[in-house]
């Protein structure tokens, strides 16, 4: 049997919804950037399926997020990054100061290819950003993660309790040897930042951008 989420009727197939949901359809998110990094451009988001897309040695295997997520769509993989191809192209067209896309709401980067997909998509369009967190680490899917990461526009974060090493050095050396900024849990006692969002101390991601303007660790409460 698969290993998916619990909610299996949530699952779409790409090509019968909007994949990319704008970020005003989730209040944590926000929709215009007004953080003094990316000023301007609009947020999206994507939701995957979890687990089927994560890496079992991720720490909310069990309690994950989308456990208290009944009704959000999560989307299949199949035919997945042919739809995406189509609607970033959509939106840059329709969005003059770029977008930023949140990946991913629920599940993870499941591929090599498909993280392949993703640095194409930067290549291609100058004004698209990313930022997000992945349970992957120590494995060639983690690797082409970091390699893809850019702190002028893609900010992919390990979720994990372990703060990072000072400024990150976005050097290519030898492989599962990165450094990472990281996204911990709030039993996590280094270094960090509280999200301002979960603290209220400000509205939404889209007016804070904390996640994608410092290397800094930041914690998260337990969901």
Not at 7 to 32: M, Y
Not at 52 to 69: A, Q
Not at 86 to 113: A, C, P, Q, T
Not at 141 to 149: F, G, K, P, Q, V
């Amino acid at each position: 049997m698969k290993i998916s989420t619990i909610f299996q009727k949530s699952i779409k197939a790409p090509e019968t919804k909007i994949v990319l949901k704008k970020g005003s359809s989730n209040k944590k998110l926000g929709f215009k950037i007004t953080a003094k990094k990316w000023t301007g451009k609009s947020l999206y988001s994507l939701t995957l399926v979890e687990r089927e897309t994560c890496p079992t040695t991720c720490h909310h295997w069990v309690d994950c997020y989308g456990n208290n997520m009944p009704f959000a769509h999560r989307f299949s993989t199949v035919g997945l990054t042919e739809k995406l191809n189509k609607e970033i192209d959509i939106l840059m067209d329709n969005h003059k100061k770029g977008i930023v896309i949140r990946l991913h709401v629920l599940g993870d980067f499941y591929s090599e290819s498909y993280v392949r997909f993703w640095k194409i998509q930067l290549e291609k369009h100058p004004l698209l950003c990313l930022f997000g967190y992945t349970a992957r680490k120590g494995d060639n899917i983690a690797h082409a993660i970091w390699r893809m990461n850019d702190p002028d526009r893609c900010v992919i974060r390990h979720s994990g309790n372990k703060e990072d090493d000072g400024e990150i050095k976005f050097t290519r050396d030898a492989p599962f040897e990165e450094n990472w900024s990281y996204a911990a849990d709030e039993s996590f006692e280094g270094a960090s930042f509280d999200c301002p969002e979960q603290t209220g101390k400000i509205k939404d991601c889209a007016s804070c951008g904390l996640c994608w303007i410092t290397t800094k660790t930041v914690r998260f409460a337990t969901h």
